[in-house]
């Protein structure tokens, strides 16, 4: 069930920027997994403002390719700690390990086919 219309998963990908600049202060992490924040909130928001659908500035990114990139970015980031060889910080481990999660539901719930109707409101 598709419960998350694009205008919602707007706010969303906003409220995942703010998450991603925030979290390196507010846990304490370390370089990578700081680094990391940072890097994936500046992409995460250049994606958004570049999206088709409410919230998108650019309007470039059709709203399906959208969502594929976060089909791909959810798995990635709970691998990330694993990979980038910080999974023995359990802060950032979780973190990382949680915005994995969040993302593959909320991509999971989101309408990607209603960007073209959402547009017009």
């Known amino acids: 069930m598709k419960i998350i219309s694009p ?10 920027v703010i998450l991603f600049l925030l979290a390196p202060a507010l846990l304490g992490l370390s370089q990578v997994p700081a680094l990391l924040a940072y890097g994936l909130a500046v992409v995460h928001l250049l994606v958004t403002l570049a999206s088709d659908f409410p919230l998108g500035v650019v309007k470039i990114i059709p709203f399906t390719v959208h969502g594929w990139i976060e089909r791909l970015v959810g798995p990635s980031l709970i691998a990330a700690p694993f990979i980038l060889n910080f999974a023995d910080e359990e802060i950032a481990r979780n973190f990382y390990i949680a915005m994995g999660l969040v993302i593959i539901v909320i991509g999971m719930l989101t309408d990607y086919q209603g960007a073209a109707k959402d547009n017009k409101k």
């Open 7 to 16: 205008r919602t998963h707007g706010y969303l990908d906003f409220l995942t």
